[in-house]
């Protein structure tokens, strides 16, 4: 069935340090969204794409979407202890329904 | 005001017991859903309405029952809760093709 593959699982970096997260699928998908979920919190949505090679930032935050429409990434530049959660993918078929990632956690060592 | 509210917060509660969840959405949008995260955090989505209409039913056990009274309320209901549906549930709302705001959540513990 629709599957979105997530990695890494885990990250721990170092306050500074960048950090990126990958999500694969096996079809061309329409669009990806992400989310950022604390700990003990709920998905909020950060950004979603929808055109082939597009490339959006948020400040230190940048996504982009694969030339094939079947990839996308996550990339944060110097993380900070605020940007500790963890981070999920999301595609959406076309019964609206939205099918996410594994999820990749985030931590930082101040 | 919060846009996507659920109750209760935490439900702690016996095997066999039935239990409901509430949700409500201020955003005045058409389509509700329900997700269950597991432990590994895992998300994946339960059911879907869109203006009180069940629109996605997805594999799950028919103890779990879903019900709209109107397009700003998505409630559900669980009877005979088992071990395994100990979990985190959230309810969203959103429009297709657009990103879907999610509630704080209800963690669930059957005992």
Redesign the interface.
């Given at each position: 069935g629709q599957q979105v593959m997530q990695i890494p699982q885990y990250q721990h970096v170092q306050e500074g340090e960048d950090f990126t997260t990958y999500c694969n699928s096996s079809t061309t998908l329409s669009?990806i969204?992400w989310y950022k979920?604390r700990p003990g919190?709920?998905?909020?949505?950060l950004i979603?794409l929808v055109k082939s090679g597009e490339v959006k930032k948020q400040k230190r935050l940048t996504f982009q979407f694969g030339e094939a429409k079947k990839n996308s990434s996550l990339h944060i530049t110097a993380t900070q202890t605020t940007d500790v959660g963890?981070y999920?993918c999301a595609e959406?078929n076309q019964?609206?329904?939205?099918?996410?990632g594994?999820?990749t956690?985030l931590s930082v060592k101040p | 005001d919060t846009a996507v509210s659920q109750t209760p917060k935490y439900l702690v509660t016996q095997m066999g017991n039935d239990k409901s969840i509430k949700c409500e959405q201020n955003l005045g949008h058409d389509t509700m859903y329900w997700y269950k995260q597991d432990s590994k955090k895992f998300l994946k989505i339960m059911f879907s309405y869109n203006n009180k209409e069940l629109i996605i039913n997805e594999t799950v056990p028919n103890r779990f029952s879903p019900k709209s009274p109107d397009k700003a309320h998505l409630n559900l209901h669980i009877n005979s809760l088992e071990l395994g549906d100990s979990a985190v549930y959230f309810c969203a709302s959103g429009r297709d093709g657009y990103e879907q705001y999610f509630g704080p959540g209800t963690r669930l513990t059957v005992t």
């Amino acid at each position: 069935g629709q599957q979105v593959m997530q990695i890494p699982q885990y990250q721990h970096v170092q306050e500074g340090e960048d950090f990126t997260t990958y999500c694969n699928s096996s079809t061309t998908l329409s669009n990806i969204q992400w989310y950022k979920q604390r700990p003990g919190g709920h998905p909020v949505f950060l950004i979603q794409l929808v055109k082939s090679g597009e490339v959006k930032k948020q400040k230190r935050l940048t996504f982009q979407f694969g030339e094939a429409k079947k990839n996308s990434s996550l990339h944060i530049t110097a993380t900070q202890t605020t940007d500790v959660g963890t981070y999920f993918c999301a595609e959406e078929n076309q019964g609206g329904k939205l099918i996410f990632g594994q999820g990749t956690e985030l931590s930082v060592k101040p | 005001d919060t846009a996507v509210s659920q109750t209760p917060k935490y439900l702690v509660t016996q095997m066999g017991n039935d239990k409901s969840i509430k949700c409500e959405q201020n955003l005045g949008h058409d389509t509700m859903y329900w997700y269950k995260q597991d432990s590994k955090k895992f998300l994946k989505i339960m059911f879907s309405y869109n203006n009180k209409e069940l629109i996605i039913n997805e594999t799950v056990p028919n103890r779990f029952s879903p019900k709209s009274p109107d397009k700003a309320h998505l409630n559900l209901h669980i009877n005979s809760l088992e071990l395994g549906d100990s979990a985190v549930y959230f309810c969203a709302s959103g429009r297709d093709g657009y990103e879907q705001y999610f509630g704080p959540g209800t963690r669930l513990t059957v005992t």
